[in-house]
């Protein structure tokens, strides 16, 4: 995996943990202060694999501790109703 295509990853997945933290905010009190979080794909062990070497590879603050947060995708369908208009000039019912 190179290195862009892993900043693309990190971004994306930072960007739905603020989000769904924005929705939950009390999942922040399961984070321990100072921790540096490792944010994984449940859906793309290869991302898992290089992101977790280049947390072990990058030394931690001290005091922290790294904390792995597993992201998974849901899908929710909405359904959506459109109405057409049909104009005509003597009423047609039928």
Same mark, same amino acid.
């Given at each position: +995996?190179?290195?862009?295509? +892993?900043?693309?990853?990190? @971004?994306?997945?930072?960007?739905? @943990?603020?989000?769904?933290? @924005?929705?939950?905010?009390?999942?922040?009190?399961?984070?321990?202060?100072?921790?540096?979080?490792?944010?994984?794909?449940?859906?793309?062990?290869? @991302?898992?694999?290089?992101?977790?070497?280049? %947390?072990?590879?990058?030394?931690?603050?001290?005091?922290?501790?790294?904390?792995?947060?597993?992201?998974?995708?849901?899908?929710?369908?909405?359904?959506?109703?459109?109405?057409? %208009?049909?104009?005509?000039?003597?009423?047609?019912?039928?």
């Amino acid at each position: +995996m190179n290195a862009q295509t +892993m900043a693309d990853k990190i @971004f994306e997945l930072s960007e739905q @943990f603020n989000r769904y933290v @924005f929705d939950h905010p009390e999942i922040l009190d399961r984070i321990p202060d100072k921790a540096a979080l490792v944010l994984l794909d449940v859906d793309d062990p290869e @991302f898992n694999k290089a992101n977790l070497a280049l %947390a072990e590879a990058t030394p931690l603050p001290p005091g922290s501790e790294r904390i792995h947060i597993k992201m998974q995708k849901r899908v929710r369908i909405v359904q959506q109703i459109h109405w057409d %208009a049909d104009i005509r000039q003597v009423p047609q019912l039928a």
